[in-house]
């Protein structure tokens, strides 16, 4: 076999190798159970509701955008004597690949329950019909949502003064792109954020359950695909790759003035990788960010093996809601 042609069945192994790392990716985080608040454990019934016209109003499909998922949903509280509302936007689970808003109408509902307006977005998923959507322009569209969510609170009267903004899995590193990233530039302030089993970091050496940290070829693939930038093997482990993985690596954006979060990761994820999750914990600790990290150490990416601690991941949520936005 010639030298050329040795090259070139290489290339196109090392080709397959990537996509056969892309797609394992995708149907392990899409397929993943998607958080919800179904566990049985009667200390989270509170955590529901029954809807009905004394607890509020929905409003679907209301647009933030000319794209064909440019879509939110709000949920509204019954009450409306009040001068401001807080929001709380909560951002759907999927591998970045599937899922919809109406997934998280059991939490939506409680949220609006409290007295808060919720919300639901979707974001342009990647997918045959948008094979160039990434994590980071799926972001950029949750950002450019939340001027049109408030605008469109204001009209239906409810005016807002503060946000949080949460999610699980990819809606909860969404969540956290937005609060650490682009909190500066929200139209109200952000006041908290909560999120579970979101990956916030992407170094090959954390993602070893895909073999991304013996195939640099494979993990320059992988996360040229998420971060919509195209980045090469011999990237990884410099600046430049720092610089290209930043806009959708949450952790790198965490401050002494970020927001107080509320945090939760399985040690036996095979999906969002626990290691990946480590960064982000060092962050807040390093810069004294208020926030409550629940480590799951018998459950996976549904942390569905400590049915205590979701009770205390809930329970954590509420008292942060309460503390950092409470119902006025």
Known sequence: MSGEKKIKKKKHKTGLFILLCVGAFIVSFAGSAVLKLTYPAPALKKYTVDWNDETGTIRTDLSYGDGDANKFDLYLPADRSKETYGLVVY????????????????????LASKGYVA????????????????????????????????????????????????????????????????????????????????????????WSVYGLDQNPDAAAGLFSVMSG???????????????AIKPISAYMWVSENSVPSVIAYGVYDKVSPFDASKHLVRALEKNNVPHEYIEFPHSGHALQNDTALYVKYMESVEHYLNAYMPIK
């Open 91 to 110: 951002l759907h689970a999927g591998g970045f690949t599937t899922g919809d808003k109406s997934d998280d109408a059991d939490m939506l509902k409680w």
């Open 229 to 243: 930038s195209e980045i090469t093997a011999d990237m990884l482990e410099t600046e430049a790759y720092e610089e």
């Open 119 to 206: 919300a639901g977005i979707n974001y342009t998923l990647r997918d045959e019909q948008h094979p160039r959507s990434s994590v980071y322009s799926q972001s950029a569209e949750i950002k450019s949502s939340i001027p049109a969510v408030v605008k469109e609170t204001g009209k239906l009267g409810y005016d807002l003064d503060s946000m949080a903004i949460s999610g699980g899995s990819a809606g909860g590193t969404l969540a956290m792109l937005y609060a650490y990233r682009d909190a500066a530039e929200s139209p109200i302030p952000v006041k908290m954020m909560f999120e579970a089993v979101g990956p916030s970091s992407f170094y090959p050496e954390d």
